[in-house]
């Protein structure tokens, strides 16, 4: 162990390992050390290892909480050797190692090498979903056409740059999960909420937990149920939904009150993949209900054109939509 360091001392041995098979606990650490490093990159893998059984997300917890205790240790022991030479080792690399150690994993099984922290861009395109789950065991599962920013030197925190996300946080009061959309940030209390940022539009649903919406020196908290829309030049607008809707578009059900008919078109473009454009004339229509999506892209447009009151049809490589009545 680096400097000395011995991850028994700090109390984390008390964490709960029974049960768990040496192989199971071996991959878990050693999933642990890759995404520690500030140079992982391999996030498709790590979720699909992750999403394969859940004995394999409550082993990897097992490792986050493990880090947690002994990241307490060593701030500890940072204060205390203050006043010596630095540590050789990067921090991330020190609790890594601790945990293996703690394991009982070889601390050759896998090579580490430091690395300088680097700031990623994931983006996907239209129709397409993609889910991460970031180091601490939080997840983000993006919609279509959406771009989102992380700092693996600031794990804590994300920005959403265009586009639709489901955050699924895991909570720790000593460091707040930070997301930054537009001119707004969200800090979680504890929390599932989803988040769209169109152009100067951002929306909030809180599907779990609460979030506190703070800009322009405002803080507004937010609780399960609680919608929150901040657009330029216009007052905040606080409603409530169902819960159990928030994020619906996982499941191709999308719900609305009294939503623009250009809106939705754009909701059902990113979700659905496919080109759509409303007529002028009835963007500005307005729309409450759920629309159920479901069949191919171009059937499931087919089939809530009706329920929009408005009609549908494919022109060149996109879609056309405009009112029933022709108005």
Do not use: C
Not at 104 to 112: H, I, N, Q, R, T
Not at 197 to 216: F, P, T
């Amino acid at each position: 162990m680096p400097n000395g360091a011995d991850p028994r001392a700090t109390g984390a041995a008390n964490i709960p390992t029974a049960g768990v098979p040496d192989a199971l606990r071996d991959a878990a650490a050693l999933w642990f050390v890759k995404v520690s490093d500030p140079a992982f990159v391999d996030w498709q893998g790590f979720t699909q290892w992750l999403e394969a059984d859940p004995a394999h997300r409550d082993a990897y917890t097992e490792m986050v909480d493990a880090d947690a205790v002994i990241g307490d240790a060593l701030a500890q022991e940072a204060r205390v050797t203050a006043r010596h030479a630095p540590h050789s080792f990067p921090t991330w690399l020190r609790r890594a190692a601790a945990v293996l150690l703690l394991f009982g994993v070889p601390l050759g099984a896998w090579s580490v090498l430091d690395s300088r922290p680097e700031v990623e861009t994931i983006s996907t395109r239209p129709g397409e979903r993609r889910t991460f789950v970031l180091a601490d065991g939080s997840s983000i599962m993006l919609n279509g056409e959406t771009r989102l920013r992380i700092d693996r030197n600031a794990p804590r925190s994300a920005k959403l740059l265009a586009g639709e996300a489901l955050f699924e946080v895991r909570h720790d009061p000593e460091h707040p999960f930070v997301v930054d959309a537009g001119e707004s940030r969200l800090v979680d209390v504890g929390t599932v909420f989803n988040v769209t940022l169109l152009g100067k539009r951002m929306d909030v649903a809180i599907a779990d937990g609460a979030v506190i919406y703070r800009s322009s020196g405002r803080n507004v908290r937010l609780k399960a149920g609680d919608t929150l829309t901040v657009e330029a030049d216009r007052p905040l607008v606080i409603k409530r939904t169902n819960p159990e809707t928030v994020g619906g578009w996982r499941s191709g059900q999308l719900e609305y009150v009294d939503a623009p008919i250009g809106r939705i078109a754009t909701d059902l473009s990113r979700t659905l993949g496919l080109r759509l454009e409303v007529a002028e004339s009835a963007r500005q229509r307005r729309f409450t209900g759920i629309l159920i999506l479901d069949g191919t892209a171009d059937e499931a447009l087919v089939a809530v054109a009706p329920v929009l009151d408005m009609s549908v049809r494919r022109s060149g490589d996109h879609w056309l939509m405009t009112s029933r009545d022709g108005i």
